[in-house]
């Protein structure tokens, strides 16, 4: 009986090779989409959980009210703290703190590089996390000071063959010593992990150096505990407020709070966390969006076969009868049925693993790179998938299953294979539900990529165009910047040199205490560090008062503040007012720079104070001519080379800087234009397939009214308008949805574009056109065929 | 084999009720090879489709090899209908996708016949109806004739008792005809019952005796040859 199904479904699927196809293309369209997805979603979930204590890891998280700005959740922390959870509380079995490392030079012989991959820890990070030593093992480590574990392509970097292990490294990290001993080797890490550095020292040299780090009073490093087994983070987390209470000032008590973030949720849930280390962070909202669009795309698949399977019933239904009459009972025949479905369900998913191997690598791009997972081994992955189609084979075989075997063999005496009108409603509300979600998708892409739009070109307060940034890594070349300027400014396609942040404020905050209107206020403001000329050359505008100039010896205790801050402290004249640092040295205000954004433009402006200070100033900025651009570029490399000839020249410019801050959206923006397509392509086939089956059902009819002079125009008229009404039904259907949806994004945004009703309009038009196209494609033929053919059919 | 009393079959819409049948008396002995004729829409089709166990009647009692069975549920008429009648249509109603060799063995594969005894079963009815040479053809590679002829093939192979065929020759040439009659009637020697609605007195005049429907109403019994001829020729 089993061969007799699997016969019937191949000499069926022979003599309707065209839907078939549809059907096939369909399924293996959807489930190509449906396994890169998952592919991304399964790395997504896999971050971190190569560690083996990995559920019991945990990332302190500080949550600050700071006057002036919002509340705000950090993942920096005191350096005193993990010393203090490590020794006093039964729960916590290790702590560690990690400092990630600003770009350091680092020589070996005659290799140098620059290094932004340094980064600083206590030995108990090596019992925390999980390390492959290659050589040198986790208990040793940290042995000296100044001791360093390299991963394995920095070893090859420097040494080449060489054995590494006790090979001292120069690295200009600015601390008391510069000679570090490499005392291990381990495995380069996974893609996968929030943590990513290439070389990781020893704390004790910071320490040696500093007792900045030790303390109650600075945020500097990133705080990570191992729990012992059995205890609860709750646990630990009531115990944090009396912890804080004893250690911070009366005014802190209430400005701060902390909690355990586990190690497992780093990487999607820390969207709203400032200052953290989280290489490769991803978004859950973006992963839920995408499991979304798989399953999206599923249904759009499994609504063609439902659809097709349904309007060609009366083709089946003559089998189903005489089966039916021979003594088949209603359940064979809806196994056979959903049995029919799953084997076409299982054989698109075959058909769509040539198609995710050949697509993988454009879509691991477009993703960052991040599927590392080899889904060929993956023997659980592949079970899921095939869970998957055998569930999309039931779903989509069910319907047609039971419309199918429900025909009665009586009809089979009488000759009547007619449609349901139960089944031809069905029908009309699956193509307006797919044309919604094309409606849909095309929509929302239009949103985002004009939301893109406006954040690539909106006026940020600065020129961010043609303005190159030279990383300024160490203190000799900050001690270079009047030079460099003056020998860059010797070349009339450099219009400008200045230094400070590339994009007008850095990731710094810090307290400020101020007389403003409302009496004496602590502000928590940005920080910029600049030097002379720095508003003329980033393009940004001074609306009260001047900017720092070398006529006023005075300046080094002068401040510029921006808008914002004047807005909140109210003040009418900010001009000679006072601003205190934490450390008591008072600056007066002798300028108000116009508003601009500093940041990705998610974030509002939040108060900003820029100080004169070419010794703090990261980057070099030459404001260039955009004509001829590569000869200047070279030409501040050979100036570089000659001021510095022991530093590597490095630059960038500030716009693609600011177009890296947008990676998610951009992300968004190519997968969902991708996805749109896709889900257009697989309703258009569906769409396809049912004009051609209407088309062949309504041969004789369309005979008939060309016999009596009917016109091609107004066959196909007769045979498009029941499709374009579900377009334009559907388009109904999706456009408020999607004007929903679409508002929540945008409100992760501070700054957004109004949504306006082109988009609606416009992709209305562009899905109703493909429509139109697919079925004119019938149409006409259905129209031009010689009436005499038509009726000789019958 | 088969007694129905006072049988009654009526079609409900909304707007109309249409009485298809109405109480209707027939009774066919085992061995009996019953004509039935009358014009269109005179009730022929439904009556069968209610002696072959397909639809049950709205009133009256049908007793098949003994049984009540108009209150049979579905699948109980199902699985009395399966190993006890067979069908032939006027236009085949053969499976297109499936070979002449598979047509035929298809009720036998849902009476659950091992493989071995399935084969041999089909093998003996292709050679009984000269269709050995066609056996891997599909039924739109046949002409009308052959294709009758396995039709025929299908409903006998299970060794069923009860034929009902509904104009069977009623698309073929007379030549054709008449050789899907003879077949028919060789099987009525064999000892099948046989019940054919058809248009055509000559080929009802094959049957021991006609029944007249008009209406919906049984209205005479012309017995051509008496039933106890037949059974003496068993």
């Known amino acids: 009986m089993f061969w007799s199904y699997v016969k019937t479904i191949f000499r069926n699927i022979s003599s309707s090779k065209v839907y078939f196809f549809i059907n096939i293309a369909g399924l293996a369209i959807g489930f190509t989409v449906f396994t890169l997805i998952m592919l991304f979603v399964l790395n997504e979930f896999n971050y971190d959980t190569f560690n083996r204590k990995a559920d019991r890891i945990y990332r302190v998280v500080e949550t600050q009210k700071a006057p002036g700005t919002k509340a705000q959740q950090v993942a920096i922390t005191m350096g005193a703290l993990a010393p203090a959870l490590a020794s006093g509380f039964p729960e916590v079995e290790d702590a560690a703190r990690y400092i990630p490392w600003s770009t350091v030079l680092c020589r070996y012989g005659d290799r140098q590089f620059y290094e932004n991959g340094l980064s600083f820890a206590d030995s108990s990070f090596f019992q925390i996390f999980t390390f492959h030593f290659i050589e040198g093992n986790e208990s040793a480590a940290f042995d000296g000071p100044y001791s360093v574990v390299i991963d394995k392509s920095t070893a090859r970097k420097y040494f080449g063959d060489a054995d590494p292990i006790g090979r001292t490294l120069s690295i200009q990290a600015g601390l008391d010593q510069n000679t570090f001993q490499v005392s291990g080797v381990i495995q380069d890490f996974p893609r996968n992990s929030h943590l990513h550095f290439n070389m990781i020292a020893s704390m004790n040299a910071v320490e040696r150096h500093s007792r900045f780090f030790n303390g109650w009073g600075n945020n500097n490093a990133v705080t990570y505990v191992l729990l012992k087994n059995g205890y609860s983070p709750e646990e630990l987390e009531k115990q944090f407020p009396a912890l804080l209470r004893a250690n911070l000032p009366a005014d802190s008590w209430n400005a701060l709070e902390m909690h355990l973030q586990p190690l497992r949720n780093i990487h999607l849930y820390s969207d709203q966390i400032l200052y953290q280390v989280n290489y490769n962070k991803g978004d859950i909202d973006y992963v839920r969006l995408f499991v979304l669009i798989a399953l999206f795309v599923i249904i759009l698949a499994c609504i063609n076969f439902i659809n097709l399977t349904t309007a060609r019933s009366a083709i089946r239904s003559r089998e189903v009868g005489i089966r039916k009459l021979l003594g088949s009972y209603h359940s064979h025949l809806v196994y056979q049925f959903i049995g029919e479905s799953i084997a076409l369900s299982l054989i698109g998913l075959l058909l769509s693993f040539p198609v995710v191997e050949a697509l993988l690598p454009t879509f691991n791009s477009i993703m960052g790179g991040r599927i590392i997972i080899d889904y060929n081994n993956e023997l659980s992955f592949l079970l899921m998938l095939i869970l998957v189609a055998t569930i999309v084979g039931l779903v989509a075989g069910f319907y047609p299953a039971i419309y199918l075997s429900s025909y009665h063999p009586v009809e089979l005496l009488r000759g009547r294979f007619s449609s349901s009108r139960r089944g031809i409603i069905l029908r009309k509300i699956l193509i307006v539900l797919q044309f919604s979600v094309a409606i849909g998708l095309v929509t929302g892409t239009g949103i985002v990529v004009s939301q893109m739009d406006y954040v690539y070109s909106k006026p940020l307060g600065f020129d961010k165009n043609d303005l190159m940034y030279i990383p300024l890594h160490d203190a000799e070349s900050r001690n270079k910047i009047g030079l460099l300027g003056d020998r860059l400014l010797g070349n009339p396609k450099i219009l400008a040199v200045s230094a400070g942040e590339r994009t007008g404020a850095g990731r710094t905050q810090g307290p400020v205490s101020v007389l403003g209107t409302n009496g004496r206020s602590r502000l928590l403001v940005r920080e910029s560090y600049v030097d002379y000329g720095y508003e003329k050359t980033m393009g940004m505008q001074i609306v009260e008062g001047r900017s720092f100039s070398r006529n006023f010896p005075s300046d080094s205790a002068s401040a510029i503040i921006n808008e914002t801050m004047r807005k909140i402290l109210g003040w009418k004249d900010a001009i000679g007012k006072q601003i205190e640092m934490d450390n008591g040295r008072v600056f007066s205000v002798v300028g108000v720079v116009k508003d601009f954004n500093y940041s990705s433009l998610q974030h509002k402006i939040d108060p900003l104070v820029i100080w004169l200070d070419p010794g703090r100033c990261p980057y070099l900025l030459v404001r260039v001519a955009p004509q001829n651009m590569q000869s200047t570029i070279d030409f501040a490399g050979k100036t570089w080379d000659y001021v510095l000839p022991n530093h590597p020249f490095e630059y960038g410019f500030v716009n693609n800087h600011l177009d890296n801050l947008y990676g998610n959206e951009r992300q968004t923006e190519h997968l969902l234009a991708l996805f749109s397509t896709v889900a257009i392509l697989i309703a258009c086939l569906g769409l396809f397939g049912l004009t051609l089956h209407t088309t062949e059902q309504r041969t004789k009819e369309i005979g008939v009214r060309k016999v009596l002079g009917a016109s091609v125009g107004s066959i196909v008229f007769m045979l498009s308008t029941e499709s374009i009404r579900l377009v334009i039904i559907a388009g109904l259907v999706a456009w408020p949805t999607v004007y929903y949806l679409m508002s929540r994004w945008l409100q992760n945004f501070e700054y957004r574009t109004a949504i306006s009703a082109w988009i609606f309009v416009l992709s209305g038009v562009v899905v109703f056109l493909v429509a139109m196209f697919t079925l004119s494609f019938q149409a006409i033929r259905a129209g031009l065929t010689n009436p005499v053919n038509a009726l000789r059919y019958e | ?234």
């Open chain 2, 1 to 234: 084999m088969i007694r129905i009393a006072d049988l009654k079959k009526v079609y409900r819409t909304d707007e109309v009720e249409t009485i298809a049948v109405a109480n209707a008396n027939l009774r066919v002995d085992v061995g009996e090879f019953v004509a039935i004729m009358g014009p269109s829409g005179s009730g022929k089709t439904t009556l069968l489709t209610i002696l072959g166990l397909l639809d049950s009647p709205t009133e009256g009692e049908y007793y098949f090899l003994g049984n009540d069975v108009s209150q049979y549920s579905e699948k109980q008429r199902t699985a009395l209908r399966r190993r006890n009648i067979g069908f032939v249509f006027q236009n085949f109603n053969l499976i297109n996708e499936m070979t002449v060799y598979e047509n035929i063995e298809l009720p036998l594969l849902y009476m659950g016949i091992g493989s071995s005894e399935r084969k041999a079963m089909v093998t003996e009815m292709l050679e009984k109806m000269r269709m050995t040479t066609r056996r891997n053809h599909l039924p739109q590679q046949l002409s009308g004739g052959q294709q009758q002829r396995v039709a025929v093939a299908r409903a006998v192979v299970g060794r069923q008792r009860l034929i009902l065929a509904d104009e069977p020759t009623g698309n073929l040439d007379s030549r054709n005809g008449d050789e899907v009659m003879n077949l028919l009637a060789q099987l009525n020697e064999g000892g099948a019952t046989i019940i054919i609605v058809t248009h055509s007195t000559e080929y009802a005049s094959w049957a021991n005796r006609t029944v007249q429907l008009y209406d919906g109403h049984l209205v005479n019994e012309n017995v051509t040859r008496g039933v106890e001829d037949v059974l003496e020729l068993r």
